[in-house]
C-alpha cells in the first residue's frame, strides 16, 4: 500500500520542479517579488481555464457538458501554483496547516453569528485584560525575549517607553509578538469567563469589541482560535480602534439594548462613559484614577457578585 501523500511531500516535490526554472535561494527580496507576480498570472491563466470547462456566457443558452477531467487537470495546475508561492516564501506545511485551521474556524463563527434579537439586551466585552491576560503576558514575554523588564505596577497603559529606552520600535516588537503566534497562548480570566457563562444563560447577548488590529490577518484569524480553543462565550466579536464610534453604530445601541460596556482601557472607558453608556472597568494600576458617573471600578475576584 502506498503512503499517504502529505501537504509536506507535495511542497518537496513541487519545489524539486521549480529548481528546474528558478534559484529561489539566491533571490533577492525584490526579484522574488517579481516571481511572486509571474506565478500568479500564470495561476489565473488556470484558473480561466476551470472556468472555460463551463458555458459560463450569460447571454448563450447552449446546453454544455462539464469537462471534469478539464477541471480536473487545471485545478491540479492551480494547486502546484499555490505550492510553489508557499515555497516562496518558505511556508511550511505546519504553518499552512495551523493557518488553514485558524481560518476554518473564523469562517464558521462568521457564518454563524445572529443579530440581537429585537429587544435582547446587550453588553459590550473587550477581550485584552478584561477576558485574557494579556498585560502580565506581554511583558513577560518582552522580558524572555528582549530582557526589557516593565514594572507590573507601571501607569502606564502600553509599554511603549520601556520598549523604546530599549532602542527598539514599539510596533515592531509588537509584530513580532504577533509572527510568533504568542496570541494564541495568553490565558483566560477565568473569572470573567464564568462571568459571561452567566450573562449568555441569561440571555444576554455578549459582543467582544477588540482594539487589535484587523488588517493583521494573523492576529485577526489566531484571535477567533483562541476564542473557540479557550471555550469562551460570546455571540459577536468586532474590531475596532475607535469602539463608541462602532458601537454608536449598531442597532442594539440605537434602541437602547446596551446594558453596559466593560473595558480596561482609560481612553474607551472615558469615551463610553461621556457618552451615557455605564462602563465597568477592572481595577488597575493604569486607570484606577479615571473617574466618572458612569464608570464603575471592579476587580476580578469579585465578579460572581456584579449583576447587570
Request: aromatic residues 12%; glycine residues 2%; negative net charge.
Amino acid at each position: 500500500m502506498k503512503k499517504s501523500v502529505t501537504i509536506k511531500k507535495l511542497l518537496e516535490l513541487q519545489n524539486n520542479f521549480s529548481a528546474m526554472f528558478y534559484d529561489k535561494s539566491s533571490m533577492s527580496e525584490k526579484q522574488k517579488e517579481e516571481m511572486l507576480k509571474t506565478i500568479t498570472l500564470a495561476m489565473h491563466h488556470e484558473v480561466s481555464e476551470i472556468v472555460s470547462s463551463s458555458n459560463f456566457k450569460v447571454f448563450d443558452k447552449t446546453n454544455y457538458e462539464v469537462d471534469k477531467d478539464k477541471i480536473l487537470y487545471n485545478t491540479i495546475d492551480v494547486f502546484r501554483y499555490l505550492l510553489a508561492i508557499m515555497n516562496l516564501y518558505d511556508i511550511s506545511s505546519e504553518e499552512f496547516l495551523s493557518s488553514f485551521n485558524e481560518r476554518d474556524i473564523q469562517l464558521k463563527v462568521r457564518n454563524s453569528i445572529a443579530q440581537p434579537e429585537e429587544n435582547q439586551k446587550v453588553v459590550v466585552v473587550d477581550i485584552d485584560d478584561v477576558v485574557c491576560d494579556f498585560r502580565s503576558y506581554f511583558n513577560n514575554w518582552l522580558y524572555k525575549t528582549y530582557g526589557i523588564y516593565v514594572d507590573p505596577n507601571n501607569t502606564s497603559y502600553y509599554s511603549s517607553k520601556e520598549v523604546k529606552n530599549h532602542g527598539l520600535s514599539p510596533e515592531v516588537v509588537f509584530e513580532k509578538f504577533i509572527s510568533h503566534n504568542e496570541f494564541l497562548n495568553i490565558p483566560p480570566i477565568e473569572s470573567m469567563v464564568k462571568f459571561l457563562r452567566l450573562a449568555k444563560k441569561d440571555g444576554i447577548y455578549v459582543q467582544l469589541l477588540t482594539s487589535r488590529p484587523e488588517n493583521s490577518l494573523k492576529c485577526k484569524y489566531q484571535t477567533y482560535a483562541w476564542l473557540k480553543n479557550n471555550d469562551i462565550p460570546f455571540d459577536n466579536l468586532g474590531f475596532a480602534a475607535e469602539k463608541y464610534i462602532w458601537v454608536a453604530k449598531r442597532d442594539f445601541y440605537l434602541k437602547g439594548n446596551l446594558i453596559c460596556a466593560i473595558d480596561d482601557s482609560p481612553k474607551h472607558a472615558m469615551e463610553y462613559a461621556t457618552h451615557d453608556i455605564k462602563v465597568l472597568v477592572p481595577k488597575t494600576s493604569y486607570n484606577s484614577q479615571i473617574e466618572h458617573s458612569n464608570i464603575h471600578h471592579y476587580k476580578f475576584e469579585d465578579l460572581e457578585n456584579l449583576k447587570f
